[in-house]
């Protein structure tokens, strides 16, 4: 760290020099243009840049796998590349058709241009049109009629809705990966954090919400899929497993509403609630584990873990009020 005084010149202005090692390495020099963003107490400075979209260049020989592909592609998306050049020395009908379904599975990225040896992406929006409130707001309505709608689809022995679970879960993990990508954007560039509307400590908050809705959605898929195995539920345990979900669901629920409110003091009120219904979602959960012990091996194994991804949501909801939590929390003078 180093340290100026303040000057003040004219009689009005108050003028401080720059470290002489920083702006040799960025390049400022007498007429140079800078740029100040103010946070709260904080003023950062940067060299003015051109508005230029940022590059990023992946070479993808050898890289056949659909798994690896793909991540590669939400990689260099999360990480804020604006334009995406996928190269190699030959890319196979297989790799393109790969590259096209992940695109298709990221907000606002688009295939602009196909050569033999290159495949570049752009993407389409500017960080001032993405929303990470919608984003989250949207998730945590995905997320959980999902959960809902699995443990119905359990319930009822319904293959029909389970599909449908299934399938909403590419909807979140988009928006999962757009939240990540604003996240990384704002750490890296002050100006897209004045242009989102939010300081960047709330876009951590909501981005680590948003991981938790993002897992929900999991544990909802993993319902549904598992709900295929096994018929019809009935009697107490289907009265059980409905109240259980309703109390899963409740936490996260309650710890979005605290997560969203400009009120410090409803934030916290609203997230400890949350946290306080945590043990009722343990408790019915061991009455459910109570009841599947009378059935059949292969089913009650199936019905332990749905049971078991219930009480998760209840803990990622309880993640999700220790971010409202910190959002709500005075912040410390610099």
């Not at 508005?51 to 592909?69: K, T």
């Not at 919608?134 to 293959?159: H, K, Q």
């Not at 604003?182 to 509307?197: D, K, M």
Request: net charge negative; charged share 30%; hydrophobic share 40%.
């Amino acid at each position: 760290m180093e340290t100026r005084k303040v000057q003040v010149t004219g009689g009005s202005t108050y003028t401080v020099s720059l470290p002489k090692e920083w702006a040799t390495e960025n390049d400022v020099s007498a007429g140079s243009v800078v740029e100040f963003h103010a946070e709260r107490d904080l003023l950062l400075l940067a060299p003015q840049r051109d508005n230029g979209r940022v590059e990023g260049s992946l070479d993808v020989d050898g890289l056949e796998n659909r798994h690896e592909l793909t991540r590669a592609v939400m990689t260099m998306y999360v990480s804020g590349f604006d334009i995406i050049q996928l190269e190699a020395t030959r890319i196979t009908a297989e790799q393109r058709r790969i590259i096209r379904d992940a695109t298709q599975g990221l907000v606002g990225l688009e295939m602009i241009e196909e050569t033999t040896d290159r495949v570049v992406l752009q993407d389409l929006l500017d960080s001032s049109e993405l929303s990470v409130h919608n984003a989250i707001t949207r998730m945590r309505l995905v997320s959980l009629t999902m959960l809902s709608d699995a443990v119905e689809a359990l319930i009822e022995d319904d293959d029909d809705l389970a599909a449908d679970v299934m399938q909403r879960d590419d909807d979140v993990d988009r928006l999962w990966y757009m939240v990540s990508r604003v996240f990384r954007t704002v750490l890296r560039n002050p100006t897209a954090a004045n242009e989102i509307g939010f300081p960047r400590e709330t876009v951590f908050d909501f981005q680590s919400s948003a991981r938790q809705l993002e897992r929900i959605a999991d544990h909802a898929t993993k319902i549904a899929s598992l709900s295929q195995e096994i018929g019809e539920i009935t009697g107490e345990t289907a009265d059980l497993l409905d109240q259980l979900e309703a109390e899963a669901i409740a936490v996260p629920e309650t710890a979005m509403d605290a997560l969203l409110t400009e009120d410090s003091d409803e934030a916290v009120e609203l997230a400890n609630e949350a946290r306080s219904q945590i043990p009722d979602v343990d408790e019915t959960a061991r009455e459910v584990d109570g009841q599947i012990r009378e059935f059949d091996p292969q089913s009650a194994q199936v019905l332990g873990l749905i049971v078991d991804s219930l009480s998760r949501t209840a803990d990622y909801g309880g993640n999700i009020a220790e971010s409202a939590l910190q959002k709500a929390a005075p912040r410390p003078q610099s």
